[in-house]
């Protein structure tokens, strides 16, 4: 069975930092894509992150520059740093896996079926 549990998640003040994690048992992050996605009310879940089956890291445009995905596949862990975060960054942060070995590169939500419960990230202005 697949557990994939995110952490880290917090209320911050605008431009201040975040660095979120995923545990995952059950798979083996390095063969798999494995992404960020947030959701804030109101709105649909969006990707924000990921590093796909093959090492490639993917990016949505409204973080690159500010946001690093990373893993560490010895602890199967998957990170991302936020930096300089903004007001509109306020969303509950989900972690996903692709879990297929077939090669991929995107940040559909629907691409992805397993699913952390997520955690809370707030920034304030």
């Known amino acids: 069975q697949v557990l994939l549990v995110e952490s880290g998640g917090g209320s911050v003040q605008s431009g201040g930092s975040l660095r979120l994690s995923c545990a995952a048992s059950g798979i083996t992050y390095s063969r798999y894509s494995m992404a960020w996605f947030r959701q804030a009310p109101g709105k649909e879940r969006e990707g924000v992150a990921g590093i796909m089956i093959y090492g490639t890291t993917i990016y949505t445009d409204s973080v690159k520059g500010r946001f690093t995905v990373s893993r560490d596949n010895a602890k199967n862990t998957l990170f991302l740093q936020m930096n300089s975060l903004k007001p509109e960054d306020t969303a509950m942060y989900y972690c996903?896996?692709?879990?297929?070995?077939?090669?991929?590169?995107?940040?559909?939500?629907?691409?992805?079926?397993?699913w952390g419960q997520g955690t809370q990230v707030t920034v304030s202005s």
């Open positions: 996903a896996a692709r879990l297929s070995s077939r090669y991929y590169y995107g940040l559909a939500p629907a691409d992805y079926n397993a």
